[in-house]
Every structure is written in structure tokens, then in C-alpha cells.
């Protein structure tokens, strides 16, 4: 089976109203032959509609059975059932008596946005146009922000092939001569102007969308095949001539070889658009080049932007790096032996494990990320890409892209397929001896390591993992990664609630906004009022609303405790003691603490390549 999947949806009633009226006109107006046709009509796919500017006739197949996906479209059958009545498909076949079909076309949208649906017949000019006007399109003035929904329907809506490309539905499908191609297109308000075509050499071998239909309006399309060793080009098409972007929507189309991206499109204007690149088939040794990087960055900001709900946005960004550190936090040299592994970043985690709650959902079966990897990264390991991955959420979600981290990536981390027991190893969020002995004695980081680390917090939820709320302001808020997670430590009134509970938290008694014993650990010797179950609150002044707490303020670290190191690292992020704009304290020291956690109990390391060649030759 394919990973296209049909959904169809029932005509509405006025939809067929309108057919039966146009029916009974064509009936008194037209040859009986050409009204009986109109058994044939149902009502348009939503956003699907015939080019306005180069009439196309559509015939029926007349085969009846489903595409084998599994085997090569020269053996396969390109057709698929119909079913009158749904809205899935839209067609007209005229009597043979008649030496030309009728089509649907849709009319440039008008001023009022309703475009004008109308039967034009090209049989003798004896014969009436009927026209109809369709639903009215509305809400639509600001196309940018319209979300884009990805197509499920059966591949042949999408493009047509012949002998020299294989359909797959991963990468790990192409034969070791063949180069994994996936093709991504966004379409905007007028996808009927879009049309695209593979060509090697002369000749087609891909090309979309198939003939007499149309791509629907702001969808977004994958299409995934195998293609021999070969020089390509991509043709693009926009009858239009004002491209996919940014007119009417944010059209894109891209196309990697391999995970490699050769083709991204911009927001120029173009009638036909060529990119040429070269397929070469993967040398059996992995390899993580520049242009793979990037184009995992380029893919995790398409899964981020086509979330529309900010929660779950926060939660995506957060737990993908939360993903990549609990990966490394696992790590323990002492327990190096026969008997177990000092495990690290090694593309594992316990899933059952109450630590590890809430990355169920970034990393499973179905979840984006996963399918992600598998469909276009499963050539390097689980482990590396889980470290690019939160690499491309941290560049794309710091001030102005500020903190890069590509520079100092470095990949050839192995995976293992069980790592039993690595949640165990996870700092608990009950206090700074759990931060001081997973990160200083283990990992054998410093102190301003661990605290760079910990304002990772600034992205994301801790519902997941049992606390409720952002360790920063509002949902939005926590889609930014800077140094606010230290201002709100510093600079808020925080006191503790659910005392001796494991998930005891800190609150301000502002919104949902919440701190863990290991984050208010960092400033505030709080360790004897957590044990003695002992209140206080970070100041004392009316913002403390709890009354118990307000009668004691929790004492912060003097210059003599062991733990000062870790107040001043905390005062380091800030930038100062006043309030301002600086991120860059906080990035320089994440980006050097980031390095180290990712590669701790690493060898044999490598810096990214410009191409396979280059490393292997």
C-alpha cells in the first residue's frame, strides 16, 4: 500500500441541488445524449479546480483496480475506482457521437472572490455555456496565514511516471544503484496555475499533475521515488507567471537526493523554473555532509510551521531537544563493563520510564519526527540526527537565528536498539545534588555548563513530565530560546507548592508559569527547606502571595558555599544585573556546554563534509 491514503467526503446537499438543477437544464437545452451525462457530476474537491487558462478534457479510465505502490510504475496499473456521488472526483464523459468532451474550468477569481464554475461544451457552437456560481470564498483576504493541510489522497491525484522512476515509501526502499528522491510541494490559492516535471535527458520520466486534474488549493504533497544514477532537471511551471510564493499563499516546493537538499524554491516570480542536479547512489559507508544538515533544518521548521496550536508548537520544539538530552544525561563511565554501557547519546531512551514522559509523542511510530527520519534520514544514525534536530529548533528559535550551532557539530555517534535502565540515570527534578552529580561528577562538566544547560527549560511544557505549565511566561513565550528562563529565576517571586510530593514545583501565581527544585537550586540554598518541608519564598515582598512562605525568604548561595559557582553562572546568563536584551552571554556559554554533553563518551567524531566524495575519496 501506499502512504497516500483516499479521504473522501460526502457531496453537501446544495451541491447536489446544483447539479440536478444544471442537469434539467442541460436536459431541455442539450442533445439527450449530453444531458446523460450528468449522472457523472458531483461536487468539486475542496480547492480543486480545472486550469481557467488551458481548457483540459477528462476521461474515465475504465480499469477498476487499486495501484500496487510496492512495485514499479511500469508494472503497476495508474488508475484508481470512482464512486459517483463523492466529492473526490469531478469528470464529464461526452457520448463518442460527439468528437470532443466537455470540461470544467474555474474563472480567475473576481474582485468578490467567488469564482465562476461553468459546463463550457465544445461540441457545435449551437449549444448554450451554463454557468453556476459555487461557494463564495471567504476569510481569505490574508493568505499567509492560511494553514496548509497535507494530501492523503491516492498518488495518481498527484503525479504520473514511467519505467525510469520507481515509487517508494522510504528510502530504504531503492535498490543499492538507485538515489532516494522526495519531492515536497506546498501549493497556494491558485494551484491550478502549478505543474511540474522530472526530466532526465529529453525525456519525462515524472511529472504532475496528472492530466485533466489539478492540485488542490494550499496542500501540501510528498512524493517519494527511486531514481537511477543520472543528471535531472526539475521543471516548474505557474501559468501564472507570479511563482508560488508569496502572491496568493507561502507556495514552496523542495527536493532532496538522499536527504541532500538540490532543490529549494524562493519567492521569485517565474512561468517555468529549471533546477538540475545529479543523482549518485550512496556510498555503503554513512555520511553526513553540510547539505544534509541543512536540509534537517529546513524540514524540522516545515513540521513546526504547520502546527497551528501554540501548545503543541512549544511542546514539539521543547521535547525534541529534551529528546537529545536525555539521550546524553544518561551517561556513567563508572558503569562501563561487560555487564553494562556507559550509554550516552546513542539514539535510545526508555520509553517507559516515568522520566522519559511526554517523548512518547515526539519520538514514535507515527510521530513527524520519526516518520521524518525514516523516510529521509535513516542513512545516518538516530543518535545524530536527534542532536541536529534540537540544533535546528535551538538556530530557529534563538533572536534573530543568533545561535548557530552547525560550527561545531560533529556526527559518527552509534545507536543500540535497548538501553535498560538509562532512565534510571536521569537527574530527578527533586534538587541541585541530582544536577551536581549527573552533570559535574558524571558527564565532567563545570558548573556554568550545567546552568547553560538547564536554560534549555526556556522552550517548551513540563505537563508532560508531570508539572503543570512554562518555566517561562505564556505559550508563545515558550517558543524563544534566550535568557528569559534566568530572569524569571532571578528576578520573579517564586514559593513552593505540593511540599514533599514528587512533583513539588515553584510558582509566582502568574498564569501557569512554574520552576522545578533544580531550576530555583541554581540561586537559592533551598536543600534544608526542602527536606524539612520548610516554605519560604524567593523575596518577601507583596508579590508573595502564599502567607506561610512570605515568612521566610529563601537564603541565596554566600560566597563560601560549594554552589556559588553556579549563582554567578546564573548572573552570567543575564548579561547584568539590569534587565536588557543580551542573549549572547547565554549563547556563547550554551553552545560550549552543548558541545560537550553531545559528544561526552564520544570517539572517532567527524566535522560535517561538503560531499561524500570528499570524505571517502
Known amino acids: 500500500m501506499s502512504n497516500f491514503q483516499a479521504q473522501e467526503t460526502p457531496v453537501p446537499q446544495s451541491h447536489k441541488l446544483r447539479n440536478i438543477i444544471v442537469c434539467v437544464s442541460a436536459t431541455v437545452l442539450l442533445s439527450a445524449a449530453v444531458a446523460a451525462t450528468c449522472s457523472f457530476l458531483g461536487a468539486n474537491r475542496p480547492g480543486e479546480e480545472t486550469n481557467a487558462d488551458s481548457p483540459t478534457s477528462v476521461s474515465v479510465p475504465s480499469s477498476k483496480e487499486e495501484i500496487d505502490f510496492s512495485m514499479s510504475p511500469s508494472a503497476s496499473r495508474l488508475s484508481s475506482p470512482r464512486e459517483v456521488g463523492k466529492i473526490s472526483r469531478l469528470r464529464s464523459q461526452v457520448p463518442s457521437a460527439y468528437p470532443t468532451s466537455s470540461s470544467w474550468e474555474v474563472d480567475k477569481i473576481a474582485d468578490d472572490r467567488t469564482p465562476q464554475l461553468e459546463l463550457r461544451s465544445q461540441a457545435p457552437s449551437v449549444y448554450p455555456t451554463f454557468s453556476k456560481n459555487v461557494t463564495k470564498i471567504t476569510g481569505e483576504e490574508d493568505y499567509d496565514n492560511i494553514e496548509t493541510s497535507l494530501f492523503e489522497g491516492p498518488l495518481t491525484e498527484f503525479l504520473v511516471t514511467n519505467e525510469l522512476a520507481r515509487v517508494t515509501s522510504q528510502n530504504n526502499g531503492c535498490a543499492s544503484n538507485e538515489g532516494y528522491w522526495r519531492f515536497e510541494l506546498k501549493t497556494d490559492a491558485k494551484s491550478w496555475q502549478t505543474s511540474w516535471a522530472l526530466v532526465k535527458g529529453s525525456q519525462a520520466i515524472a511529472s504532475g499533475p496528472p492530466a485533466g486534474k489539478n492540485f488542490a488549493r494550499r496542500t501540501r504533497y510528498i512524493g517519494r521515488m527511486c531514481l537511477e544514477a543520472g543528471r535531472y532537471t526539475l521543471q516548474m511551471k505557474d501559468q501564472g507567471g507570479d511563482g508560488l510564493c508569496c502572491k496568493w499563499g507561502q507556495g514552496a516546493f523542495s527536493a532532496s537526493i538522499d536527504g541532500n537538499l538540490v532543490v529549494q524554491s524562493d519567492d521569485s516570480d517565474y512561468r517555468v523554473k529549471e533546477f538540475s542536479f545529479d543523482v549518485n547512489p550512496p556510498s555503503d559507508e554513512s555520511c553526513f555532509t553540510v547539505s544534509t544538515y541543512d536540509s534537517i533544518d529546513n524540514d524540522i521548521a516545515k513540521i513546526k510551521n504547520d502546527i497551528g496550536n501554540g501548545k503543541t508548537r512549544s511542546h514539539f520544539l521543547g521535547g525534541i531537544v529534551r529528546l537529545a538530552a536525555h539521550d546524553f544525561m544518561d551517561f556513567d563511565p563508572h558503569k562501563s563493563s561487560h555487564k553494562s554501557s556507559p550509554m550516552g547519546p546513542d539514539g535510545c531512551f526508555d520509553a517507559n520510564h ?209 554552589r556559588f559557582e553556579a549563582r554567578e553562572a546564573v548572573q552570567e546568563m543575564l548579561g547584568g544585573s539590569h534587565p536588557h536584551n543580551k542573549n549572547m552571554p547565554f549563547y556563547n556559554a550554551f553552545a560550549e556546554a552543548w558541545r560537550k554533553a553531545t559528544t561526552v563518551g564520544q570517539e572517532d567524531l567527524s566535522a560535517l563534509a561538503e560531499s561524500c566524495d570528499s570524505l571517502f575519496n
Open 354 to 562: 516515568p522520566d522519559n514522559n511526554g517523548l512518547e509523542t515526539i519520538w514514535c511510530p507515527t510521530c513527524e519526527l520519526t516518520l521524518l527520519y525514516e523516510e529521509t534520514y535513516s542513512h545516518i544514525s538516530r543518535a545524530d540526527f536527534w542532536v541536529a534536530s534540537a540544533n535546528a529548533v535551538i538556530r530557529q528559535t534563538s533572536v534573530d537565528n543568533a545561535l548557530d550551532l552547525r560550527d561545531t557539530f560533529l556526527w559518527g555517534r552509534k545507536d543500540v536498539d535497548s538501553c535498560e535502565g538509562s532512565g534510571d540515570r536521569l537527574p530527578k527534578a527533586t534538587g541541585c545534588d541530582e544536577t551536581e552529580e549527573v552533570f559535574l561528577r558524571r558527564m565532567g562538566l563545570e558548573w556554568r555548563d550545567a546552568v547553560a544547560l538547564m536554560g534549555a527549560h526556556t522552550l517548551g511544557r513540563g505537563d508532560f513530565s508531570g508539572h503543570n505549565g512554562n518555566w517561562v511566561g505564556t505559550d508563545e513565550d515558550a517558543q524563544v530560546f534566550d535568557k528569559t528562563y534566568y530572569d524569571e529565576i532571578f528576578n520573579s517571586v517564586w514559593w513552593p507548592i505540593k511540599m514533599g510530593q514528587p512533583t513539588q514545583d515553584w510558582i509566582t501565581g502568574r498564569g501557569n508559569s512554574l520552576m522545578l527544585n533544580t531550576d530555583i537550586c541554581l540561586v537559592f540554598d533551598i536543600e534544608d527547606d526542602i527536606d524539612g518541608e520548610i516554605p519560604c519564598c524567593t523575596k518577601t515582598n507583596s508579590e508573595c502571595l502564599e502567607q506561610e512562605s512570605r515568612k521566610r525568604k529563601c537564603p541565596m548561595y554566600s560566597r563560601m558555599h560549594s
